[in-house]
């Protein structure tokens, strides 16, 4: 009886996971078990989002530098001189910022 128990177990988890491949993605990236609390308190329209923003940026990102997901680093770089910054930075109108009160 045990090891039926066991079987059907078996069977549900991998039929779980042929059926919502994006729960199972968004459970490995985020080191989520398998009807932990976490996983039960998710809602697969967030996961499918998630999923989404992913592999927008990946395609997105072409040639540049490798997107890694959950890491936010999703933001393109801008080279700048130092020249160009210091200058950016002389001709910036810090005014607005001061304290009206």
Do not use: C
């Amino acid at each position: 009886m045990k090891n039926d128990i066991s079987a059907e177990i078996r069977r549900f988890i991998f039929s779980w996971d042929g059926r919502f491949p994006i729960d199972r993605w968004w459970r490995q990236k985020h080191n989520v078990p398998f009807n932990s609390p976490t996983h039960r308190e998710s809602n697969f329209i967030d996961m499918y989002m998630e999923f989404l923003e992913d592999n927008i940026l990946i395609k997105n990102r072409g040639g540049e530098e490798e997107y890694i997901p959950g890491t936010g680093n999703f933001i393109k770089k801008v080279e700048v001189s130092q020249e160009d910054y210091l200058q950016k930075m002389a001709d910036f109108d810090y005014s607005q910022f001061d304290d009206k009160e």
